[in-house]
């Protein structure tokens, strides 16, 4: 199983971008999967999850960004708007053979896959 992580970049204090997971290796339609970020001397941190019963959201990014699946291309993305200059972290996207429930989904220890990150700066 592989993940592969797109689209991290500078971008100014409310823009946007958009993450892209690739997944193969495995068809995670039914499974969870998810995006963690890591500031600078920050520990990683959950962002948001897609579960079979309805995405996920850290409350620091929850009506900024968006999680969703194209099922058909098994891609992950992650649409972040208003962007502000403490989202600046790397980016990981994990994924899991399981559908996780709403009180482990957080947790990293739970996701058997994780892509290498990409670096997402926000800053004038």
């Known amino acids: 199983v592989q993940l592969v992580e797109s689209g991290g970049g500078l971008v100014q204090p409310g823009g946007s971008l958009r993450l892209s997971c690739a997944a193969s290796?495995?068809?995670?339609?039914?499974?969870?999967m998810a995006w963690f970020r890591q500031g600078p001397g920050k520990e990683r941190e959950f962002v948001a999850a897609l579960r079979g019963n309805g995405n996920i959201y850290a409350t620091s990014v929850k009506g900024r960004f968006t999680v969703s699946r194209d099922n058909a291309k098994n891609t992950v993305y992650l649409q972040m708007n208003s962007l502000k200059p403490e989202d600046t972290a790397i980016y990981y996207c994990?994924?899991?053979?399981?559908?996780?429930?709403?009180?482990?989904?957080?947790?990293?220890?739970?996701?058997?896959?994780w892509g290498q990150g990409t670096q997402v700066t926000v800053s004038s």
């Open positions: 290796g495995h068809t995670f339609s039914r499974n969870t």
């Open positions: 994990a994924a899991t053979g399981r559908n996780l429930i709403l009180s482990t989904v957080r947790l990293m220890g739970e996701y058997e896959f």
